[in-house]
């Protein structure tokens, strides 16, 4: 199978910032721990970050038109609790979508708490910090087997 994974705002600076809430792993070193577990089971993975919502929402678009993904991990950041341009682009496409975020976001900030694309993508995996996108992986991955 074939992934793309999409990090939104801020992820760029995981690594150096909010140590306590999102580890010290960079995204690189996170996208490597992704793409070294997908290797291991068979699957390839492609990468993208943005801190411009209208980008990610471009990426989804070609990741549809394009084709050739089976699923796709989005960790929008922010974005999660207010675009209703990401959620209707996620509603836009025939690609699972499935939700991800390195914290566990109910444990924090009441504003967290709500999520506008969870309604429209297939899952969600929040708090086991960069194991939450290999659990979102398997997760789409064991969808496309029952």
């Known amino acids: 199978m074939k992934f793309l994974v999409i990090n939104g705002v801020n992820l760029n600076m995981t690594g150096m910032r909010e140590k306590g809430v999102y580890g010290t792993a960079t995204l690189a070193q996170i996208n490597d721990k992704i793409a070294a577990f997908a290797a291991a089971n068979g699957d390839a993975v492609d990468f993208y970050q943005s801190n411009i919502e209208g980008e990610l929402v471009n990426k989804l678009h070609e ?76 997760g789409l991955k064991d969808g496309f087997t029952k």
């Open 63 to 138: 990741a549809y038109l394009q084709g050739g993904y089976d699923g796709i991990l989005l960790n929008a950041g922010a974005f999660t609790h207010y675009s209703y341009a990401l959620r209707d682009a996620i509603a836009a496409i025939d690609i699972p979508v499935a939700e991800v975020h390195i914290s566990n976001v109910h444990a924090r900030e009441e504003f967290r708490h709500t999520s506008v694309l969870s309604e429209v993508c297939k899952g969600v995996v929040c708090g086991f910090g960069a194991g939450s996108y290999i659990a979102a992986m398997v």
